[in-house]
């Protein structure tokens, strides 16, 4: 089965920073990677579909990129609101698969 | 409008057998496959399974096969997650899910999710 691996595990920034997190798939799974948020006690939002298209009503500070193994979610402006857990997934076959999870803090 | 509500909190021994909820509406429910995944205390987001109520063409997880059982009765738009005997490691928030487009996709409706503590 493809394992989804997420780096960092835990990331504290600035407001208005650049923030990068990565996923990387164990064998190639082309642009079927999402990206999800989940902020605490809340259900989790798609954020980013085929690994760059922003799902609508999403801010556009938010974007996707990569395809086969490595992907990357960036925001490009960190807002307060932003403080979450961020989990990219693969859904091009089951076992559909989560990354670990990233968790989003401000400095 | 498209909408997932699951069946309330449960509170059960371990031992005890228990199937929670998931009804769709707003949609055709059997042209959408509908997942679970569970989040224990604290931890990530895992996929459970899924299930097309089509034809109840079902998939599990290896992490899940044989723990869990997931169904689907299309006369009421409602997909279900069962266990025979719960165990206190069950305590977690279960949450179904459909994906954007028929076939295998993100999943952008969630269920408001239903929190299960198995505790003697």
């Known amino acids: 089965d493809i394992q989804m691996t997420q780096s960092p595990s835990s990331l504290s920034a600035s407001v208005g920073d650049r923030v990068t997190i990565t996923c990387r798939a164990s064998q190639g799974i082309s642009n079927y990677l999402a990206w999800y948020q989940q902020k605490p006690g809340k259900v989790p939002k798609l954020l980013i579909y085929?690994?760059?298209t922003l799902q609508s009503g999403v801010p556009s500070r938010f974007s996707g990129s990569g395809s086969g193994t490595d992907f990357t979610l960036t925001i490009s402006s960190l807002q307060p609101e932003d403080v979450a857990t961020y989990y990219c997934?693969?859904?091009?076959?089951?076992?559909?698969?989560f990354g670990q999870g990233t968790r989003l803090e401000i400095k | 409008e498209v909408q997932l509500v699951q069946s309330g909190a449960e509170v059960k021994k371990p031992g005890e057998s228990l199937k929670i909820s998931c009804k769709g509406s707003g949609y055709s429910f059997t042209s959408y496959w509908i997942g679970w995944v569970r989040q224990m205390p604290g931890k990530g987001l895992e996929w459970m399974g899924i299930i097309y109520p089509g034809d109840s063409d079902t998939r599990y997880s290896p992490s899940f096969q044989g723990q869990v059982t997931i169904s689907a009765d299309k006369s009421i738009s409602t997909a279900y997650l069962q266990w025979t005997s719960l165990k206190a490691s069950d305590t977690a928030m279960y949450y179904c899910a459909r994906p954007r487009h028929t076939g295998y996709d993100s999943f952008d409706y969630w269920g408001q999710g239903t929190l299960v503590t198995v505790s003697s």
């Open positions: 085929a690994a760059s």
């Open positions: 997934q693969k859904y091009n076959s089951a076992p559909i698969t």
